[in-house]
Every structure is written in C-alpha cells, then in structure tokens.
C-alpha cells in the first residue's frame, strides 16, 4: 500500500461519516414527549382542570389532544394552545363522569415532522366534586343575596336618618323664624321708646324755649324802665 493510500482512504472514510452525520441528524430531530400532566395512568381527584404536554423541542401548529371519556365519546374540542414546546387544553367543567380517560395527541416538530402518541389517566370523585362546586355557588349567591338585603337596610336607614334631618331642619327653621319674629318685635318696642323719647325731648325743648324767651323779656322790660327812670332823675335836678 502506497502512502498516497494511506491518506485517501481514512479522509474518504472521514468525509463519509461527516455525510451521514449531516444527513441523519435533521432527520433524528423529530420532538419527543418529555412528561404530561395528567401522567400516564394517574388518578386525579374530582378530574384535571387542563391538560399539558411537555415536548424536547418547539412545535407547531396544528396541536390536537382528543380526550374521550370511559363510553369511547369525545368530551372537548381537540385544538390545543400552543406556548413553545407545550400543548394545552382546557378541561374545566368537562369531564362528567367517574373512569379512565384515553387522551390520543398528535404534534408537529419543527421540521414539519408530525409526531404522536397516547396514553390515559383517571378520573375519580368527579360528581362529588361539582356538587361541591355548586353548594360553594348557592353560597356565594346567598352571601351577595345577604349584602344585597344588607344594602337595602342600610339605603332604608340612610332614608329614614334623612327624613329626621329634615324634620329637625324644619323645626330648626320654625324655631329660628319664631326667634327672628321676637327680635323683629322687640325691636319695635326700641324704636317706638326711642320715638316717645324723642316727641318728650321735642315737647321739653319748647317749653324751655317759651321760658327763656320770656325772661329776656321781662329782662328787657325791666333794663328799660330802669333808663326812663334814670332820665327822669337827672331832669328833676
């Protein structure tokens, strides 16, 4: 074997596997289902709420998850949410009866590779559950029934303390107009006093008036018969 030999075939060998590595592994990249809630054969109380399957990769639309019931009857719509690599589907108020559940999912990997599988799970206590949900419900209703009967007591309340405002407003009111109609006459009072006071004072001042005038009078009367006098005197002399 030549040398030349010897370099070619280990570098043919090489670039062969390197051909095959690059070929097989986009086909090997198909998602694979790493967990599901419900797992496989669980039991679960009263039923799950949603069901979620758990991939190694994102995947794609379409996602479908049928669900059927222990009669073999599909209970909910297929299409599942999907959020990276999970599938989900909403089972609230879905499942109605006791049993095992077949779920059969079928997903698209992100090479357009469609991908599935099954697997079941059970469902216990189910009746007793939503009789639980509705006993919970007639309570909720009778407690806002309750708040409702306690709003109108209240509203009444509210209606009878404003009508007794009013009531005491009123008599306030009366009260107040009886006051204002005291101080109006007693007021009255002043002023006619004041007006007496003012006719005596006016009927004082005459008199003094007449008075006084009839002093300067006599006064006067008095200084000149006292020059006549006088005069009278001096011509006698």
Do not use: C, K
């Not at 979620?52 to 998850?65: G, K, M, W």
């Amino acid at each position: 074997m030549t040398a030349a030999t010897l370099v070619t075939v280990p570098l043919a060998l090489l670039a062969t596997l390197v051909l095959l590595a690059w070929w097989a592994g986009p086909a090997g990249a198909h998602a694979a289902l790493l967990e599901s809630q419900p797992d496989e054969g669980e039991e679960i109380e009263g039923g799950p709420d949603v069901l979620v399957l758990v991939f190694n990769e994102d995947i794609d639309e379409p996602a479908i998850i049928e669900v059927t019931d222990p009669a073999g009857e599909e209970v909910t719509d297929p299409d599942a949410e999907i959020d990276g690599a999970e599938a989900r589907l909403d089972l609230v108020d879905v499942l109605a009866e006791d049993g095992t559940y077949e779920v059969a999912w079928r997903v698209v990997s992100v090479d357009d590779h469609s991908v599935e599988g099954e697997f079941s799970f059970e469902a216990v206590n189910v009746a007793d559950d939503e009789a639980a949900d509705d006993e919970d419900d007639e309570e909720s209703d009778s407690e806002v029934a309750a708040t409702d009967d306690e709003g109108a007591e209240d509203a009444a309340t509210d209606e009878d303390l404003s009508d007794d405002d009013a009531d005491e407003d009123e008599h306030a009111h009366d009260e107040g107009a009886e006051d204002e109609d005291a101080e109006d006459e007693s007021t009255d009072d002043d002023l006619a006093a004041l007006d007496d006071a003012d006719e005596t004072a006016a009927e004082g001042g005459t008199t003094t008036a007449w008075v006084v005038g009839l002093v300067i009078v006599l006064g006067l009367a008095a200084l000149a018969g006292g020059l006549v006098l006088g005069r009278r005197r001096g011509a006698d002399r």
